[in-house]
C-alpha cells in the first residue's frame, strides 16, 4: 500500500534532483495527483525526465504494488503498436503463431506509461480513446470484450495543440489525456539545478569506474550553467561520464568538456535552444545569407541546410525508421533513401 505523503511537499522525488521553482512545482504536482487514478499528461522535451516522473506517480500511488508498464509509441510501426498494445489471437495476421496479451492488459491493477504519445497513428488513436473512456478494447483479430482497470500516464516532447491543428492528432483524444497536464522544465531554464545534478552523475560514473570523485571547479561550473543543453539532463549526464574516463587528477575543469559546451566552437545549425527548422532560419539569419551569396548559388546551399535539418529531426523522432519518416514526410522512400545517402544521414537515430 503506498505511504501518505503530504501533499504540498516540494522535496525532490527519489532518483531527481533538483530545487528550483519550476521543479518544486513538479514535485507537488506529482504527488498529489499519485493519490488518485486521474489520467495525467506529462510535457517536455527530450531528457527532461519525464519517465522518471511518471514512475514515481505509480510509486507513490494506490496502485504501487501492482504493475508499471512502459510502451515507446514511437518505437513501432502502427501495425506493431497495436499488437503491442491491445494483444492478438492466433492467427490475426502473418507470424501470430499464438495468443498474445497486450501492455494494457498487462497494466492490470497498475499503471501504463504511453511514451512520445503523439507518434500514434490516426487509427489507433481512435482505439486509445475508447480504452480512456469505457475500458475496454479487444485484441487484434478477436471479438471478445476485454476490461482493464489501470491508470494511464501519458507524455510527448511535441505540442498537441500544434499537432491537432495540423491534423495529426485527435482533439478529443487530446482532452482525455490532459486532464493533469504537469509541465518538466528544459534543463536551461534551471540552470541553478546544474551543479548539483553534475555532481551527482560524477559520484555515480566514478563509483561505477573505481575512480576517485573529482572536484567540480569553478570554470566548468560556469561553463556548464551557460550552455544551452538542447539534449537536457540526459546530455548532461554524457559529458560527466566523458569527464570522468577522461580525467587525469582529481578535478574536473572546463578543459574536460566538449569545446563547443565551453563556447569555443559553434553547434550543428539548429541545435541551440529552440531547436527545429525555425531555429535554422534564425541561424541563416544570423550566420548572414550574404556570406553563402558569396560562395554561389546561395538559394541551392540555404535550402540544402535546411533540408537536411529537416530529415535530421524526422529521422529521430522516427527512430531511424526510412519507411515511417518518408511516409511522415509525404515523400517516397526511395526518394528518401537518396536523401539519407546524400547528406550522410545513415544509422541517424535519437
Not at 505523503?5 to 525532490?12: D, F, G, H, L
Not at 504501487?64 to 514511437?74: D, K, L, M
Not at 558569396?294 to 535550402?303: D, H, L, Q, S, T
Request: charged share 25%.
Amino acid at each position: 500500500m503506498a505511504q501518505a505523503v503530504p501533499q504540498n511537499n516540494t522535496t525532490p522525488l527519489r532518483g531527481m534532483i533538483g530545487s528550483c521553482a519550476a521543479m518544486q512545482e513538479v514535485y507537488r504536482l506529482t504527488r498529489r495527483v499519485a493519490q488518485a487514478s486521474t489520467t495525467v499528461l506529462l510535457t517536455g522535451e527530450t531528457g527532461t525526465g519525464k519517465e522518471l516522473i511518471a514512475r514515481a506517480i505509480h510509486e507513490l500511488s494506490p496502485r504501487s504494488s501492482g504493475p508499471f508498464i512502459r510502451v515507446n509509441c514511437g518505437a513501432l510501426s502502427e501495425s506493431l503498436l497495436e499488437s503491442e498494445l491491445f494483444g492478438h489471437v492466433k492467427g490475426a495476421f502473418t507470424n501470430a503463431f499464438e495468443n498474445r496479451t497486450g501492455r494494457f492488459e498487462a497494466a492490470h491493477g497498475g499503471t501504463i506509461f504511453l511514451d512520445e504519445i503523439n507518434s500514434v497513428s490516426f487509427k489507433l488513436q481512435v482505439k486509445l480513446l475508447r480504452v480512456l473512456q469505457e475500458h475496454e478494447f479487444e485484441r487484434v483479430g478477436d471479438t471478445k470484450t476485454i476490461r482493464v482497470d489501470c491508470r494511464i500516464v501519458a507524455a510527448t516532447n511535441r505540442d498537441l495543440q500544434d499537432e491537432i491543428e495540423s491534423g495529426r492528432f485527435r482533439e478529443d483524444l487530446y482532452y482525455r489525456l490532459n486532464v493533469v497536464p504537469i509541465y518538466l522544465p528544459p534543463l536551461r531554464d534551471r540552470s541553478e539545478d546544474v551543479p548539483a545534478l553534475v555532481e551527482s552523475f560524477l559520484v555515480q560514473y566514478a563509483r561505477e569506474t573505481n575512480r576517485p570523485v573529482p572536484k567540480l571547479m569553478p570554470d566548468a561550473i560556469a561553463s556548464l550553467k551557460s550552455y544551452s543543453w538542447p539534449g537536457n539532463v540526459r546530455e548532461l549526464q554524457n559529458y560527466a561520464e566523458r569527464a570522468i574516463v577522461l580525467m587525469e587528477g582529481d578535478e574536473f575543469r572546463a578543459d574536460l568538456l566538449p569545446p563547443h559546451v565551453r563556447g569555443l566552437a559553434p553547434m550543428r545549425i539548429g541545435r541551440q535552444k529552440a531547436g527545429g527548422i525555425e531555429k535554422v532560419a534564425e541561424e541563416l539569419v544570423t550566420l548572414g545569407v550574404s556570406q553563402y551569396a558569396a560562395e554561389g548559388k546561395p538559394y541551392e546551399r540555404v535550402m540544402s541546410i535546411v533540408e537536411r535539418e529537416l530529415l535530421v529531426q524526422m529521422l529521430r523522432q522516427c527512430q531511424g525508421v526510412q519507411i515511417k519518416a518518408a511516409e511522415r514526410l509525404g515523400i517516397n522512400r526511395n526518394t528518401l533513401h537518396k536523401k539519407v545517402e546524400e547528406y550522410g544521414l545513415e544509422g541517424e537515430r535519437p
